[in-house]
């Protein structure tokens, strides 16, 4: 069977020790590289991603740079068409007084799914997850947006938000959208406030009172 690679192309002059053979398409060889996005140095994982050098060229792995550029990364098997597409969901989360407005939908705000979604339309929109765990139950992560799809029907029943696109401490929080309905220690731990939004809930958790938001939680009351 024949394999391909997958890659973008950069036009610089490389040298390499360690081929690679892909059956009967090309002999490209090992190139040990690392990427710097706006400054941050990223290590590739070499046990999911190698960059390749193939006639002077250099082959990377495409997903690997387009995620971190905060897009997503689609491939069309019909059409042979690699799709990537810009993204919300690595980019930081902005709270301001409609943020409760959406969540009441069942929304957070800037982001094309909400709670209802199935995932099966999650995912033929937005590609593989990038990842597939467990918090108790088994969620799906793209970027920074951890789904939880809930049997039999498989739509969305909880959506977290990871830390690290919530610039913003649990009391500035209250300064921006107002007073919780109840605050205490979180589930983890540290402490947690929750607000009512309709007939959902939305909870931000940080180490401690006045501590840098860990991650928000949006579900049904």
Not at 37 to 64: C, M, W
Not at 159 to 178: A, H, K, M, Q, S
Request: aromatic share 14%; proline share 3%; charged share 20%.
């Amino acid at each position: 069977m024949k394999k391909f690679v997958l890659g973008l192309i950069c036009g610089i002059g490389l040298t390499a020790t360690t081929a690679v053979y892909a059956s009967d398409t090309i002999q490209a060889y090992l190139f040990p590289a690392k990427f710097e996005f706006n400054g941050v140095t990223k290590e590739v994982d070499s046990k999911e991603y190698v960059v390749l050098n193939h006639q002077g060229h250099a082959y990377v792995p495409i997903r690997f740079v387009a995620e971190n550029m905060g897009a997503l990364v689609k491939y069309e098997h019909e059409t042979k068409t690699i799709l990537i597409e810009n993204t919300n969901l690595s980019k930081q989360l902005t709270l301001d007084k409609e943020f409760l407005t959406f969540a009441s939908e069942g929304k957070i705000k800037g982001i094309e799914f909400g709670l209802g979604a199935n995932k099966n339309d999650v995912i033929q929109n937005w590609g593989e997850p990038h990842q597939i765990g467990s918090w108790q139950t088994e969620f799906y992560r793209w970027h920074s947006y951890y789904f939880f799809f809930w049997k039999p029907d498989e739509n969305a029943g909880a959506i977290r938000v990871n830390g690290n696109v919530i610039p913003y401490r649990l009391n500035e929080v209250r300064d921006i959208i107002g007073k919780p309905l109840s605050e205490g220690e979180g589930v983890d731990g540290g402490w947690a406030y929750v607000y009512q939004a309709g007939e959902y809930q939305v909870f931000f958790n940080a180490d401690s009172k006045e501590g840098q938001i860990s991650y928000l939680t949006l579900k049904k009351k």
